[in-house]
């Protein structure tokens, strides 16, 4: 399996939204984001190793969602961010595409 490798993950964010408005953003901008998605999966107990399969949530859009709607408030909450809030939900589902890419390998 493929360790995650936060460049490779800022790039496929960057592909999944519009070059004009990626070239906005600086590598650290899209950092925070990838931050604040495993602070939520952290706080969640997501990165638990021991979790199975079975105890997995059924309903990965409505984890999608309540992850967007967390990354929304943190960057809403950060003076220093720029990132546009219409452009958190695509850049979330990059970077999980991203992280379901690495999993494709077990």
Do not use: C
């Amino acid at each position: 399996m493929e360790e995650f490798d936060e460049n490779k993950a800022i790039a496929h964010m960057r592909k999944a939204i519009a070059e004009s408005e990626s070239q906005k953003y600086s590598d650290d901008e899209l950092l925070n984001l990838i931050d604040i998605i495993w602070d939520f999966y952290e706080q969640n107990g997501l990165l638990d190793v021991d979790l199975n399969d079975d105890e997995e949530d059924d309903d990965p859009e409505a984890m999608i969602s309540d992850l967007v709607d967390y990354a929304k408030r943190m960057i809403k909450k950060d003076r220093r961010a720029t990132l546009d809030l219409e452009l958190i939900e695509p850049l979330v589902k990059a970077e999980i595409e991203y992280e379901d890419s690495l999993l494709g390998d077990i």
